[in-house]
């Protein structure tokens, strides 16, 4: 019974391309939020959606456009990847401002 | 803006010893503070929270925390740790809005 879930687990690409990643909750919340950390583990919030409404949308590049298709889901489309986007990306859930419900991380790796 | 520091990057203790984890906040109000582990290649997992009322915390794992404003830290500790403690344990404090702030992490080594 995963709460978050994520898939891929693992993503190996190459620079350039454009690659997506997904993330289904099924705690019944209403917000979702992704997440960068990079290699020395610091967490950073990137964007968070609110039934299906953006309201967190950190300094990313526009490269980076989430897009939640109901408020169970919210995905991460990244277009023309480069190397420092080499990190591991987590989804979260929540039901009030303040509790993050974490999925298991995506690893993605540029090269 | 929130922030969390985490002044011990790497803290190696024995198993059966006690562990103690840092965390200082800056926040001009009452913080809502947290302590999330996360073990190798997983995701972070709540261990306590703190929003108001007892300032001495208890969380899963056996681990507890208490916070002290007059010295605006949440500091973590277990009394004995086991080998399977090993991880990553990451401090945060939440605002009135939805932006968690994280600490960059302190690294549990357990040795035998």
């Known amino acids: 019974d995963t709460a978050v879930s994520q898939t891929p687990k693992y993503l190996v690409t190459q620079m350039g391309n454009d690659k997506s990643i997904k993330c289904e909750q099924n705690l019944g919340h209403d917000t979702m939020y992704w997440y960068k950390q990079d290699s020395k583990k610091f967490l950073k919030i990137m964007f968070s959606?609110?039934?299906?409404?953006?309201?967190i949308n950190e300094t990313v590049p526009n490269r980076f456009s989430p897009k939640s298709p109901d408020k169970a889901h919210l995905n991460l489309h990244i277009n023309s990847l480069e190397l420092g986007d080499s990190a591991v990306y987590f989804c979260?859930?929540?039901?009030?401002?303040?509790?993050?419900?974490f999925g298991p991380g995506t690893r993605l790796t540029v090269l | 803006a929130q922030s969390v520091t985490q002044p011990d990057i790497h803290i190696t203790v024995s198993e059966g010893a006690s562990l103690e984890l840092r965390c200082n906040y800056s926040y001009g109000a009452t913080p809502y503070l947290f302590w999330y582990v996360q073990s190798p290649g997983q995701g972070l997992q709540l261990l306590l929270k703190?929003?108001?009322?007892?300032?001495l915390v208890q969380g899963i794992k056996g681990f507890e925390a208490e916070f002290k404003r007059s010295q605006s830290s949440f500091n973590l500790r277990k009394p004995s740790v086991h080998w399977s403690d090993a991880a990553e344990y990451f401090c945060a404090v939440g605002a009135t809005d939805y932006k968690l702030s994280f600490g960059a992490g302190t690294t549990v080594t357990v040795r035998a």
């Open positions: 979260a859930s929540s039901q009030d401002i303040h509790w993050r419900f």
């Open positions: 959606y609110n039934n299906k409404e953006l309201i």
């Open positions: 703190y929003f108001s009322g007892d300032t």
